[in-house]
């Protein structure tokens, strides 16, 4: 299929569109403990499909987003969420030894999925050979945003402030990246002791990326306010793109699961607003000559009462 048409077929898609998903898919994983289960999603049909591998936040699983899973997949993505090990379904305990090291199993899961498209792609009737390998973006929200993020080319300062490992990964075309925590400057006592991971650097996050931020998500984590969340647009070099959600907490309004009790600022309007949104920016960063993204940037300038507002660089 050519770029062309695939972009039609993802223009001309809409909630109505068949979705097959299976779960859970194992990988194997020695050394973490637990093999890793992975959700797959997409479309029914079509070929050369756009991969997201999406990142869940503390304590889901590849249950959570069906927000923005399901409506992905219906829209042309294939959509691949693996489980966590701070999964409350798995229900590892705070004493476990690997729980220090759990922001980098988390790095790691998402690096195993990305390595075994194989196993995914054969494990879903129907899918085998309908995934594009050339066109793979990530995303998450909040702990799953720091996670992508770093396959983005974001790294951990030590505690010296000296970069970690460059964990960025050339696979990764695009990333979406939702509520995602800013610099360590200004952590609470709680975070600077109980959160390593949470000092990072987005000097070198160069791949393209739309960064999702509320206005009213004002963390427990941080003294700095709902601003620190616009860090990693600030911070990072390359083409992204900043969008300020208007009276957004951390929920963004609902986009971790339908109707689940941690919105504490549930707005349909505003997950469906996420939704049109990420799709046009991923179709267009996957695809360059789409121009969904362009079309979706002038529409939400010209509304007359929008819900956000969107700054790129």
Same mark, same amino acid.
């Given at each position: 299929?050519?770029?062309?048409?695939?972009?039609?077929?993802?223009?001309?898609?809409?909630?109505?569109?068949?979705?097959?998903?299976?779960?859970?898919?194992?990988?194997?994983?020695?050394?973490?403990?637990?093999?890793?289960?992975?959700?797959?999603?997409?479309?029914?049909?079509?070929?050369?499909?756009?991969?997201?591998?999406?990142?869940?936040?503390?304590?889901?699983?590849?249950?959570?987003?069906?927000?923005?899973?399901?409506?992905w997949a219906a829209h042309g993505f294939a959509v691949?969420?693996? +489980?966590?090990?701070?999964? =409350? +379904? /798995?229900?590892?305990?705070?004493?476990?030894?690997?729980?220090?090291?759990?922001?980098? %199993?988390?790095?790691?899961?998402? +690096?195993?999925?990305?390595?075994?498209?194989?196993? $995914?792609?054969?494990?879903?009737?129907?899918?085998?050979?309908? !995934?594009?390998?050339?066109?793979?973006?990530?995303?998450?929200?909040?702990?799953?945003?720091?996670?992508?993020?770093? /396959?983005?080319?974001?790294?951990?300062?030590?505690?010296?402030?000296?970069?970690?490992?460059?964990?960025?990964?050339?696979?990764?075309?695009?990333?979406?990246? !939702?509520?995602?925590?800013?610099?360590?400057?200004? $952590?609470?006592? %709680?975070?600077?002791?109980?959160?390593? %991971?949470?000092?990072?650097?987005?000097?070198?996050? +160069? *791949?393209?990326?739309?960064?999702?931020?509320?206005?009213?998500?004002?963390?427990?984590?941080?003294? =700095?306010?709902?601003?620190?969340? *616009?860090?990693?647009?600030?911070?990072?070099?390359?083409?992204?793109?900043?969008?300020? $959600?208007?009276?957004?907490?951390?929920?963004?309004?609902?986009?971790?699961?339908?109707?689940?009790?941690?919105?504490?600022?549930?707005?349909?309007?505003?997950?469906?607003?996420?939704?049109?949104?990420?799709?046009? %920016?991923? =179709?267009?960063?996957?695809?360059?000559?789409?121009?969904?993204?362009?079309?979706?940037?002038?529409? $939400?300038?010209?509304?007359?009462?929008? /819900?956000?507002?969107?700054?790129?660089?």
């Open positions: 299929m050519s770029d062309s048409s695939i972009t039609h077929a993802q223009k001309t898609a809409h909630a109505t569109t068949t979705v097959i998903s299976a779960k859970p898919v194992i990988l194997p994983a020695p050394a973490r403990g637990e093999d890793l289960q992975v959700r797959v999603s997409a479309p029914a049909t079509g070929s050369d499909l756009p991969v997201i591998v999406l990142s869940h936040g503390f304590g889901w699983s590849m249950n959570g987003y069906a927000p923005l899973a399901d409506y691949l969420q693996p +489980t966590h090990l701070d999964s =409350r +379904t /798995l229900g590892i305990p705070a004493e476990d030894p690997r729980t220090p090291r759990i922001w980098r %199993f988390r790095i790691e899961d998402l +690096t195993r999925v990305l390595d075994g498209l194989d196993v $995914l792609e054969a494990a879903v009737p129907g899918l085998g050979g309908r !995934l594009d390998r050339s066109r793979i973006a990530v995303a998450g929200h909040s702990w799953g945003a720091q996670t992508a993020s770093t /396959l983005l080319g974001a790294r951990v300062l030590d505690s010296d402030g000296v970069p970690g490992e460059d964990l960025s990964d050339p696979r990764i075309k695009a990333g979406v990246l !939702l509520a995602l925590t800013g610099l360590g400057d200004d $952590l609470t006592p %709680f975070a600077a002791e109980n959160l390593p %991971f949470m000092k990072p650097s987005f000097d070198t996050m +160069t *791949t393209p990326a739309l960064i999702v931020a509320g206005d009213g998500d004002d963390s427990a984590l941080s003294t =700095r306010g709902p601003d620190w969340f *616009t860090d990693p647009y600030t911070h990072s070099p390359g083409s992204k793109s900043l969008l300020t $959600l208007f009276g957004a907490e951390h929920s963004l309004g609902g986009i971790p699961g339908y109707e689940v009790a941690e919105t504490t600022d549930e707005s349909p309007a505003r997950v469906a607003l996420i939704q049109q949104l990420t799709s046009a %920016f991923l =179709r267009s960063a996957l695809h360059p000559e789409d121009t969904a993204w362009q079309k979706a940037a002038v529409a $939400l300038e010209e509304d007359p009462n929008p /819900l956000g507002k969107l700054q790129s660089k």
